[in-house]
């Protein structure tokens, strides 16, 4: 069974660009959630969406948003990047999502980098 | 607000060694623990989760504990070996919001 996916690896921007990610799930689940990590913050919640639905968000600006596809895919968007969003963006997928006792399959990320 | 620390932030033990890892949250009210690891530059991987209603759990060398009433739980990791070498992250679901908070994290060397 495949893991969570996230394309691409690496991204480089400039500031004031707009940035798109993906994160593609686990085969049958349905509930991704995506977070933040930087060195001075750590990991932070950014949302959580479940069979399309954003039923979760954490304390982030509007420049950030997301949406889910019927085949669960996710894509987060970040738009005027701003230096502070240099990250490595972190995906998960759940079958059940956050009301649930289940584990989470977080993918390898999506390292950002905002010149 | 709910806050989790992890203490220490780093710890380096000889092979062998069996370890404790802290993880304390200010507010009680919360719906599961779990603790992760991550390798550099990876994703995480969840290794245990606890129910509000349990107190502990057990996977192999590893075994978590969880007291809601004291804000604490504790990842005890026996026998260690340099393949356990990783960042140890635990994480609280809160009850009301089902909100994932992180620690900082504890960062482990275990020496060959």
């Known amino acids: 069974k495949a893991g969570v996916t996230q394309t691409p690896r690496y991204l480089i921007k400039t500031r004031g660009q707009q940035v798109t990610l993906s994160c593609s799930p686990i085969?049958?689940?349905?509930?991704v959630s995506w977070y933040q990590q930087t060195p001075g913050q750590g990991l932070q919640f950014l949302f959580e969406?479940?069979?399309?639905?954003?039923?979760n968000k954490g304390n982030f600006p509007g420049r950030f948003s997301g949406r889910q596809f019927s085949n669960s895919r996710s894509e987060m968007n970040v738009s005027t990047l701003e230096l502070g969003d240099s990250a490595l963006y972190l995906c998960a997928s759940s079958w059940g999502g956050y009301a649930t006792n289940e584990k989470l399959f977080f993918g390898s990320g999506t390292q950002l980098s905002v010149l | 607000k709910q806050e989790v620390t992890q203490i220490p932030a780093a710890l380096s033990v000889p092979e062998g060694e069996n370890l404790v890892l802290n993880c304390s949250f200010t507010d009680s009210a919360i719906y599961n623990l779990q603790w992760f690891r991550q390798d550099p530059g990876k994703g995480l991987t969840s290794l245990l989760l606890i129910q509000s209603s349990q107190r502990e759990q057990t996977s192999g060398r590893l075994n978590a504990s969880l007291d809601k009433s004291s804000g604490r739980s504790t990842l005890y990791i026996a026998a260690s070996q340099p393949g356990d070498s990783a960042t140890y992250l635990c994480?609280?679901?809160?009850?009301?919001?089902?909100?994932?908070?992180f620690g900082s994290g504890t960062r482990l060397l275990v020496r060959p």
């Open positions: 969406y479940f069979s399309e639905t954003q039923r």
């Open positions: 085969s049958g689940h349905r509930s």
């Open positions: 994480a609280v679901r809160m009850d009301s919001s089902y909100k994932l908070i």
